[in-house]
């Protein structure tokens, strides 16, 4: 299985104590890697172990508010740049998600329909399509004027296609869009993910990273969380 980091906070803050570690990991998950700094549209993938570029990576200065982070252990597909995540899909309102994923779907009806739209071979792309699918429905078929119920429900379907994908198979999922700067985390595995909460934001890792109070995320939740503050709906 691959590994995923991600972090949100209420303003941008040196990450390397984290990612330094967490690239280390990559000694196992060597079949691609790849990171996003949301805050500065930076993205980068490349499908060969992040150890081949370690030094690289640890004199890289991860300063960001919400970045993605991933190591790939390939289940689906080779390693290809089209296989590593962070995956970045756009909805039919232009807005754009960018997803990490811990774990392996078996595909139904609506993967497998899905699986001619994606760039790659990965379930975890058929996963981010699944979702904007959902997203795009209820654009579709909501008519609601007020912003703070038009959030509400979108934030309720999200977590419904979930639901559905879980039932699949492991789904330990970190994912953004553009729109609100959110980070969306949901999983489904008991004690596969971390969380670590900070003065200026909240770190999100497969394995803890350091010898700080790392606690198990919630399973079974979609958690969503705004520069570095966890939003309730």
Request: aromatic share 16%; proline share 3%; glycine share 4%.
């Amino acid at each position: 299985m691959c590994e995923i980091y991600g972090f949100c906070g209420s303003r941008p803050i040196k990450l390397n104590k984290y990612t330094d570690e967490f690239w280390l990991h990559s000694r196992i998950h060597q079949d691609g890697f790849g990171y996003y700094l949301a805050d500065k549209d930076d993205l980068y993938v490349n499908p060969n172990s992040a150890m081949s570029y370690i030094e690289n990576l640890n004199h890289k200065s991860f300063l960001s508010k919400l970045a993605l982070c991933h190591i790939r252990f390939k289940t689906h597909g080779p390693a290809t740049i089209k296989n590593c995540h962070p995956f970045i899909k756009y909805d039919n309102h232009g807005v754009q998600w960018s997803l990490i994923h811990n774990g392996y779907i078996s595909d139904n009806e609506l993967t497998t329909a899905l699986s001619s739209l994606q760039d790659g071979e990965t379930d975890s792309e058929r996963i981010l399509l699944a979702i904007i699918n959902s997203i795009n429905y209820f654009y579709d078929h909501s008519y609601i004027d007020d912003k703070n119920d038009f959030k509400f429900y979108l934030y309720v379907t999200i977590e419904d296609v979930l639901h559905k994908l879980s039932d699949l198979g492991k789904t330990n999922l970190i994912f953004t869009d553009n729109y609100t700067n959110n980070m969306y985390v949901f999983m489904n595995s008991p004690k596969t993910l971390y969380y670590l909460d900070t003065f200026y934001g909240v770190h999100f890792s497969t394995t803890p990273l350091s010898h700080e109070s790392w606690k198990p995320v919630e399973p079974y939740k979609l958690h969503i969380f705004n520069k570095g503050n966890k939003l309730n709906f």
